[in-house]
């Protein structure tokens, strides 16, 4: 029998890392998709390539981007700082229509494949307030994606997993544990340095060193001077 596929969307950091071997464990061959879209961080691109051969993808493609070219966002315009603070609202690093983006190129590439499950690593307990993450947005989604697909209408149902979606980052991390994640692969921050080391002060440190905290792991992260 053929094994069943699946797109993983995989951007280096520690929540896509564990989505991947998620779907690993459930016996998925696993087809992972990143994005070089003109991000600050661009050492999480390495860290997927490496992140995609450890967990045993299948194939590992990277679409390149331009959000810079629309900016709006601290992740993509070098002109607005990364907080390095707790702020009300949607944050800076909100990039604009980011997942709506990534999750219809994914949804192309399923078809393509022959693939009905398509992983994404939102979060909507410990993350950052981003409209994009909650479980509303993912719901609306898969609608959209069975009324706008040739597998969708010809009764092939897509699904958009997002088994990240009511836990805890220690919860994460320590269910990554025990699937054998590799986290010192991952680079989380948000204005890594170009060899992966992390600031420890941004919104994405703070979570992930949190999330290690609190599961009694030890933080692999390499942080900066």
Same mark, same amino acid.
């Given at each position: 029998?053929?094994?069943?596929?699946?797109?993983?969307?995989?951007?280096?950091?520690?929540?896509?890392?564990?989505?991947?071997?998620?779907?690993?464990?459930?016996?998925?061959?696993?087809?992972?998709?990143?994005?070089?879209?003109?991000?600050?961080?661009?050492?999480?691109?390495?860290?997927?390539?490496?992140?995609?051969?450890?967990?045993?993808?299948? =194939?590992?493609?990277?679409?390149?981007?331009?959000?810079?070219?629309?900016?709006?966002?601290?992740?993509?315009?070098?002109?607005?700082?990364?907080?390095? =603070?707790? *702020?009300?609202?949607?944050?800076?690093?909100?990039?604009?229509?980011?997942?709506?983006?990534?999750?219809?190129?994914?949804?192309?590439?399923?078809?393509?494949?022959?693939?009905?499950?398509?992983?994404?690593? !939102?979060?909507?307990?410990?993350?950052?307030?981003?409209?994009?993450?909650?479980?509303?947005?993912?719901?609306?989604?898969?609608?959209?994606?069975?009324?706008?697909?040739?597998?969708?209408?010809?009764?092939?149902?897509?699904?958009?997993?997002?088994?990240?979606?009511?836990?805890?980052?220690?919860?994460?991390?320590?269910?990554?544990?025990?699937?054998? !994640?590799?986290?010192?692969?991952?680079?989380?921050?948000?204005?890594?340095?170009?060899?992966?080391?992390?600031?420890?002060?941004?919104?994405?440190?703070?979570?992930?060193?949190?999330?290690? *905290?609190?599961?009694?792991?030890?933080?692999?992260?390499?942080?900066?001077?």
């Amino acid at each position: 029998m053929t094994a069943k596929k699946a797109v993983i969307l995989l951007s280096g950091g520690l929540d896509s890392a564990t989505v991947l071997a998620m779907a690993r464990a459930e016996g998925y061959e696993c087809y992972a998709l990143g994005f070089d879209y003109g991000q600050r961080h661009e050492a999480e691109l390495l860290a997927a390539q490496k992140v995609a051969k450890d967990l045993g993808a299948v =194939e590992h493609k990277v679409v390149k981007l331009d959000l810079r070219s629309i900016g709006g966002s601290a992740l993509t315009d070098d002109s607005i700082e990364v907080p390095e =603070e707790e *702020t009300p609202g949607i944050p800076v690093t909100y990039v604009p229509a980011r997942n709506t983006v990534f999750l219809s190129i994914a949804l192309g590439w399923a078809e393509v494949l022959g693939a009905q499950d398509i992983f994404v690593g !939102v979060n909507a307990v410990d993350y950052s307030g981003y409209p994009d993450c909650r479980p509303e947005y993912i719901e609306a989604y898969e609608k959209m994606a069975n009324l706008a697909t040739r597998a969708g209408v010809e009764g092939n149902k897509l699904s958009i997993r997002a088994p990240l979606m009511d836990m805890s980052k220690s919860d994460i991390v320590t269910e990554g544990t025990r699937l054998g !994640v590799d986290y010192s692969l991952t680079v989380s921050c948000y204005q890594a340095l170009p060899d992966g080391a992390a600031c420890r002060r941004c919104d994405s440190c703070r979570l992930r060193a949190a999330g290690f *905290t609190e599961a009694g792991l030890e933080d692999p992260t390499v942080y900066a001077p």
